[in-house]
Structures are given as C-alpha cells and as structure tokens.
C-alpha cells in the first residue's frame, strides 16, 4: 500500500528554533512536495523537488529550506521558527509527468505551533 | 496569476440526491484536473483525476471537463452522510506546476 510518512503529527516550538520536519515515501516517485494549510487560504506549495538533489521554490518559499539527499526523503526546515509559521503542513509525492504529477499521495500531515 | 475558483459552500444536500460541486480555472492552457476529497482533520486523497473534455465515472462519481469554459465539475450520485467532506479541485497546466482550489465544503443531511 502506498505511504508517505511525515516524522511528527504535533510539534509545539519557540521562536527562533530550528524546526526539521521529515517526510519519507515508499513508492520510489521522483516528485515531493511541501504545503502548508491555513483555514481560509487552502494548499499553499513551498517548495517542491522532482529529483534528488534537486529543489524548486514554489508560491511561498520565503522563511523555509529543504533537502532531498535520498529518492525516498524530503524534509522541511524552517531555520528560525516565527509565529505566523504555526499551520499544518503537508507533505506529498507522485510519479513524474504531465498527468501523473497531479495524483499526489499526501502523509498526514505535521501541525506545528509556534508560540 | 493562474487561479483556481471554488465555491467555499457549505453545500449541503440531502443523503440520497446528487451533490454538484463546480471549478472554474484562469489558466487556457491547464492540461491535467483533479478532484480530491480532505476530511476534517484528515489530509487530501484523490479521488477523480480527468484529462480530455467530457465525463468520466467512477462508481458514484462523476468528473465533468469542459476546457472551452475553463469548467471541471465533479458529481456524486447517491449521497452519503459519509461524502461529508472537503473537496478541493487542482489543475495542472504546461509547467507541471499544481494549482489547487480553496475547497467546498459538502454537508450530507441525514
């Protein structure tokens, strides 16, 4: 069966910390992906990857940093923590083409607050 | 500005009817539509993906595209207090990248 896994469900940080949230897929795709979700403002990409040790910024990338030194891992820093980071984010992943790019396995999801 | 609209609802339908939930996208050239269903708390998972003009179904559910009006549509025949959901519509046009809409929210009343 299909998974993507995201490290942590519930994060409680401070300001300023440096937050890591991993996200692993065992489907060997090529794509990944970052959202957050906000009520009222729907799924915003952050950044995406459609390769290893590739990485493009995507609608809001501002704040954050990845990296994808494996196939199968993609994690989400956030070098200083700041209040208005506090959201769910979302990881995702799909096979690579024009139709097959938008069939997205999503993990559960990871809620951060940042107090 | 590519732009998925959606209407945010709720939208709520009797268990049994048929729920008609509606997308419109800004992008002339977007190629590939889905439909995915997000319960509260829950993430999004795909339920309908279409890529030429016209239906296509799946069980009780129905995509409908129409790229001259830039419309894609999903129905769900035989309503379920179970359909009750989130449902977000994404487009992705000639640069793979995917747009998602903000959601309608859907009510079955029992």
């Known amino acids: 069966d299909v998974k993507v896994t995201q490290s942590s469900r519930y994060l409680v940080k401070r300001t300023g910390e440096k937050v890591f949230l991993e996200c692993v897929q065992d489907?060997?795709?090529?794509?990944m992906f970052w959202y957050r979700q906000d009520p009222g403002l729907g799924l915003r990409l952050i950044y995406f990857s459609y390769d290893v040790k590739m990485k493009e910024k995507g609608d809001i990338p501002e704040g954050y940093s990845v990296s994808r030194e494996k196939k199968e891992r993609f994690s989400l820093i956030l070098e200083s923590a700041s209040t208005n980071q506090t959201s769910m984010y979302l990881c995702?992943?799909?096979?690579?083409?024009?139709?097959?790019?938008?069939?997205?396995?999503f993990g559960e999801g990871s809620r951060l607050t940042v107090l | 500005q590519k732009e998925v609209e959606q209407n945010s609802g709720p939208l709520s339908v009797p268990e049994g009817a048929i729920a008609s939930l509606n997308c419109t996208y800004s992008d002339r050239v977007s190629q590939s539509f889905f439909w995915y269903r997000q319960y509260s708390g829950k993430s999004p998972e795909l339920i309908m993906s279409?890529?030429?003009?016209g239906d296509k179904e799946d069980g009780r559910f129905t995509a409908q595209l129409n790229k001259a009006s830039q419309y894609v549509s999903l129905l769900i025949r035989d309503s379920q207090p179970s359909d009750s959901a989130t449902y977000l519509c994404a487009v992705t046009g000639r640069d793979d990248k995917i747009i998602f809409g903000k959601g309608t929210r859907l009510h079955i009343l029992p």
């Open positions: 489907m060997d795709h090529e794509n």
């Open positions: 995702a992943s799909s096979y690579p083409g024009l139709a097959q790019t938008g069939e997205l396995f």
């Open positions: 279409i890529y030429s003009n």
